[in-house]
């Protein structure tokens, strides 16, 4: 990757970036209390419980870093290089370097982390919103003396409350890096989900949350991917005889789904599953600048979509039209094909 | 519809029809019982039973008509205008016109109907192939007396079955109509039919069958439908504080989904299902003529599947695409959008 110059610099918070740029970088996180969090939904979180973690060096612009709806605060770990949902993107040297950045990263509320989400059982933890996410996000900024994020930089439902913050909060972010996310959901995605969440309930109520949970994280990968990988990964189908288990990508979808059941409670899937469904950010409120991506063949969060939201956001706008047959997953595996959109947000490019 | 012209007749079965048009339809079932049925898999099922109905005038040329794996054998009623799974097609003045042909339908081996089926419970019922369904319905054209088949018209599954029957016994059928299918299923389809089998069989083993047929049946309905429908149908999805049960289009799928389960067993829709993935034919075997519709929106059976079998068959082929938003699904929804490919298949063009 390039080195960044600081005749790019746009932002007097970068220069910080340059004149730390050769402090270690060190990881701290903590746990944040907050009495009191109105909810967009209309109800109130008391005594919430909001976990963080900072990795980067002191002093450091901070960019915080939002991935999807199984994400956490760990993006990168400097101890354990193989840990963190986003090490390919983000950590020494990575496309988001932490040699210059600080690197924030939360637990969802209503998540599977450490952050306020809903017991085994609990029916009544109430309506997430990203919206609320992005309250969460500052909250843990006030917290920490953050007044301005250099960038957030999200994907999937991360993109989304990047685009909530940049909406409340315009005051409080340099620029947006969304990624597979726009602002609202289609039809088809919500559908998709709605049968998830549903598969989800049936289990609960027969007593085997888990079971239901990797089924419906099967089908999601079907959603997450794309026909030609899954064409090219398991060309040969069925032959006479042959029964259900043994066609190859159903044996990987259910695998895959089991795996995610393990770490992840059914109550905390069905919180944030919803939170994305209810999601809708107004484009046109947006000023600050936004990068957007998308990848042409992703199935849950289309083209079009991301289109409609460059042409109406109410800021300066970049469009990465990206090719990816990962599909929604690419924010997750497509390191070189992501660094340059990373590396335009994060110098300010807006052009 | 325009009118069948004798000038443009050109095989002697045909000139039947004409010389029988004015003959009233009649409708005449029954079972057939068959000792021994070697399967395409290997196994052989034993006194087996094909539930079949013949619909029109004595003595036309047959057609036979198949649809999906919840298709049965009556496609039209003429007593009952308003039942039949394909009565905007089939029928008196219809594409497929009853006053002009016989109408043949059988009940799928494994399937819902009076055909031979796995019981409730039952985990022993053999694997059936498409191809065993084509053998099938020759041995109930054995049964009637029809040497030969004027066509078959066959949709999605009952495509399949039809391009088997060409494979296995051209001599027996004068041209194949396949709707929406193909030569072989794609990875992301037998993936979406994986993930929905095995929420059927966690609900079997849960002891709720129905239940998860119910949510395997909404997803199906996903792949069925079209992002472009679905849109228009369902434009709004959430807002602050909604809750699963809130989104329209999740209430639509899940609807759906409960009414195919209140006529459908689990077992039945398991055998069917997997006899989907299984399928696999060999194109340039097939050299009766065939007529291909693909509508270019599918996602179950795409329009590139569709092609390459076309370009692959051994004989004359006509790839009818067509444009349609409901996907999949076209070929119970568009009889104007069909009545083209049924009559051009019915009248034996072959260029």
Redesign the interface.
Known sequence: MPELTIVQLRNPVRDTAARTASVRPSTSQGLLGVARLPL????VLERGVIAWRLVGPAGAPVVAVLGGISAHRVACDLENPGRGWWRELVGPGRPLDTDRYAVLGIDWLGGAGASSAPMPGQADFP?V?A?DQAAALLAVCDGLGIARLHAVAGASYGGMVGLSLAEIAPTRVGTVLAISAAH?????A??????Q???V???LA???GP??LA?AR??A??TYR??AE??R???V????????QD?A??????ARGAAYAESTRPECF?CLS?SI????ADPARIRVPVHLVAIAADQLV?LAEIRELADALGGPAVLHELQSEYGHDAFLKETELLAPAFRAALEGETT
């Open positions: 967009h939904g209309g109800a309506a919103d919206r609202r959901s289609h039809a088809l919500t559908g998709w989900r709605s049968v969440r549903a598969i309930r049936h289990s027969l007593g085997d079971g239901g089924l099967a089908l990968m079907t794309t026909r899954l064409e990964r398991f060309p189908q069925g032959t006479p005889g042959s029964r259900s066609f990508v159903g044996q990987y979808l259910l069905l919803e469904d209810r999601f809708h289309t």
